[in-house]
């Protein structure tokens, strides 16, 4: 499976739950509750959607740093 790149989702809702489609880019519902997001998306006929918490804000990861050599 192929990453996806959600950068503008954490943007747009930092810290906040958001419902997807099964397309994992299409955005149902957002809200600072799991089950508030997860009511309005059922209300809008999603049947099983895509729950996910989005970060506060975006951090940037490269990897481990190298242990220094004694």
Same mark, same amino acid.
Not at 33 to 53: M, N
């Given at each position: 499976?192929?990453?996806?790149? /959600? &950068?503008?989702? @954490?943007?747009?809702?930092?810290?906040?739950? !958001?419902?997807?489609?099964?397309? #994992? /880019? &299409?955005?149902? @519902?957002?809200?600072?509750?799991?089950?508030? !997001?997860?009511?309005?998306?059922? #209300?809008?006929?999603?049947?099983?959607?895509?729950?996910?918490?989005?970060?506060?804000?975006?951090?940037?990861?490269?990897?481990?740093?190298?242990?220094?050599?004694?």
């Amino acid at each position: 499976m192929r990453s996806i790149d /959600r &950068t503008h989702l @954490a943007k747009k809702h930092p810290g906040k739950w !958001v419902a997807l489609k099964p397309d #994992r /880019r &299409t955005v149902i @519902a957002a809200g600072a509750s799991l089950a508030v !997001v997860r009511r309005d998306a059922e #209300r809008k006929g999603a049947k099983q959607p895509i729950l996910i918490r989005l970060p506060k804000r975006i951090l940037s990861f490269v990897g481990p740093a190298p242990f220094p050599r004694v």
